[in-house]
């Protein structure tokens, strides 16, 4: 599986992104799919994730409230809408797919994007 994340950049505090990544395989909603975040000096962190039929959803707590996974098998893409974001969100953001999503949770996923870089000026 092939990931091809994107839809980061500057925002101020307060302000929204919202992430996509799109996955090449035609069975995409064979995997779920999850987002990661690394922030520099840190090591990479859960962020969300949502199970093959989008019936299971998990957050970090850190961003619970705020942040929402979602999946549109149509399209092959897993989306993370990030609201009220503050300066500690700051990161490149990488999505990941696997066919459990416990794995996927547990950061033992196989298939990892490249990273998009989200900056949250204060």
């Known amino acids: 599986v092939q990931l091809q994340a994107s839809g980061g950049g500057l925002v101020q505090a307060g302000g929204s992104l919202r992430l996509s990544c799109a996955a090449s395989e035609r069975t995409f909603s064979s995997v779920a799919m999850g987002w990661f975040r690394q922030a520099p000096g840190k090591e990479r962190d859960f962020v969300a994730a949502?199970?093959?039929?989008?019936?299971?959803?998990y957050y970090a707590d850190s961003v619970k409230g705020r942040f929402t996974i979602s999946r549109d098998n149509a399209k092959n893409t897993v989306y993370l809408q990030m609201n009220s974001l503050k300066p500690e969100d700051t990161a490149v953001y990488y999505c990941?797919?696997?066919?459990?999503?416990?794995?996927?949770?547990?950061?033992?996923?196989?298939?990892w994007g490249q990273g998009t870089l989200v900056t949250v000026s204060s």
């Open positions: 990941a797919a696997e066919q459990s999503v416990r794995t996927v949770v547990g950061g033992s996923a196989r298939y």
């Open positions: 949502i199970s093959r039929s989008g019936g299971s959803i």
